[in-house]
């Protein structure tokens, strides 16, 4: 068996640089040498071509009749010529013949590398599968490699993947090298081989880049309850603590606001509120509608409707631009929301903290702005301050003020609070 130098190298380096197996390689290099093999073999019955990984020596085999006399080359062999081979072979029996014509083996590696990239492509589309069927729901980065009408082909590494219109977002304009980061929305075995699909518009893109970010999320300290989102313009990401003593939205904002800076920045920009998540379906909407005022709330269970009354003045606020504030907190929380404008008296919760302000100013006899400051750190009530639980420290953190000063006030209070549960 001669060996075929220049096929050998062919399958040397494709093993090498593709990571194939040589076996695999020859097996498709068999098939395809079938049909090249018909004008050089000819017509031969039941034939087939073995190549051998090793020394890249390649054989035609053609299954032969044995027979006395032969009527037709192509289909039988000669009894003499059968015997000599095989001493036990009787008329009418089938032998395995060698067909291989005088320089295949040119034909073959002339062959090889049409028939060797085809199984390439083949193999490639199927350990894209097998790579990414388990990979939806991660984040991978790319380089834009080249558009295919109006979706996007970024080069992951290895393998390509694709970026429907659908899955971008409509204010991002994408340039052939640029870097971009996506979602694995999924994995489809599609008519054209496996492709990996990915989004930057996906609502699981925004929670996966909190996830990578913010480590309270991704140790489950902080979760995220709730995000709707509207690619490109606004996100609304509610999140709860398991543990009191985290702030989950101190935690996702970070130090100086660096985290969710991190996050606005790989949106392109997008705005992103986080708001403190509530089983309290009020408490929810009063947050998830920040920072406009709300004046009343009427909720009906039924319907799974909400009727938010707000001051003329913070309709615009509260209803976003072209409905989009009252959209996403709708998402949000499951309910429908309607945001009506009031023009009753009704005091606002803002008038009230504004009134509770004034009052605690009063007893505790500190100025209107600190005492401002510690109704808005939810210290509103002369009770709360001298039974909550809250410390110097904690006040001097809410009003800004020193140690000494909040050790004044929380002293005076106590007094305050004794004096006048005892009637005096």
Known sequence: MNR???????LDYYEKEKGIKREVLAEALSSALLSASRKAVGPARDLRIEVDPQTGAVRAIANLIVVERVTNSHDEISFSKAHRVNPEIKVGENIDWEVTPHGFGRIAAQTARQAIMQRIRQVEKEMIYDEFKDRAGEIVSGTVRRFDRSDVIVDIGKFEAIMPARERVSTEEYAIGDRIRAYVVAVENGPRGPEIIISRSHTS????????????ISDRTVEIKAIAREAGHRTKVAVASVDDKVDPVGACVGMKGARVKNIVRELNNEKVDIIRWSGDIRTFVIEALKPAAIKSIEIDEARKSIRVGVA??????????????ARLTSRLTGWEINIEKE??????????????AHDLAGILGIDQETTAMLVRGGLNTLEGIATGG??????ADITGCEVEIAEKILETANREY??????V
């Open 205 to 216: 893109f925004v929670k996966r880049l909190f996830e990578v970010e913010v480590s309270e």
């Open 418 to 423: 004794k004096r006048i549960t005892a009637g």
């Open 312 to 325: 003329e003045d913070q309709a615009s606020q509260a209803i976003g631009r072209r409905g989009q504030n």
């Open 390 to 395: 809250a410390s110097a420290s904690d006040i």
């Open 4 to 10: 075929n130098s220049e096929l050998l190298a062919l």
């Open 343 to 356: 023009e009753t008296k009704e005091i606002s919760l803002e008038d009230k903290q504004a009134s509770s």
